[in-house]
């Protein structure tokens, strides 16, 4: 029953831990395309985008992404130890952002966009 339990509870180790509280399922990915500067804010829904590497016994993402200004596609990669913390990250054609250098880049991108 305990196997059950932690099944279909969500107290899964193994996942990644949600960066928001109000979400317990998402994590939340923040990037800006190295090519336009378009900021992005990407929601990996933790119980379908994150798959288990079975050599390592924890779990990896790999995202595709693609802004709306320049159509840049971007590749993210993120790997995660067994208690669901990140211990590496890439990311081609772009940057990974803080949540909070996120909300000034979009600020300032649509500040941008709004005097064009």
């Given amino acids: 029953m305990s196997f059950?339990?932690?099944l279909f509870s969500g107290g899964n180790p193994l996942l990644p831990k949600a960066?928001?509280?109000s979400d317990p399922?998402?994590?939340w990915l923040y990037v800006q395309c190295n090519k336009c500067g378009a900021?992005?804010?990407i929601r990996i829904?933790?119980?379908n985008d994150i798959s288990t590497d079975y050599e390592t016994g924890g779990r990896?993402?790999?995202?595709e992404i693609m802004d709306s200004t320049c159509f840049q596609l971007m590749y993210a990669e993120?790997?995660?130890d067994g208690n669901g913390n990140v211990v590496e990250q890439t990311i081609e054609r772009g940057k990974f952002l803080t949540r909070q250098d996120?909300?000034?880049a979009a600020a300032a991108f649509q500040a941008k966009k709004n005097r064009e």
Avoid at 60 to 63: A, I, N, V
């Fill in 4 to 6: 059950f339990r932690k």
């Fill in 19 to 21: 960066s928001d509280a």
């Fill in 25 to 27: 399922n998402a994590w």
């Fill in 39 to 41: 900021p992005l804010a």
């Fill in 45 to 47: 829904d933790l119980r």
């Fill in 60 to 63: 990896f993402l790999r995202k």
């Fill in 78 to 80: 993120a790997r995660f």
């Fill in 102 to 104: 996120y909300e000034a």
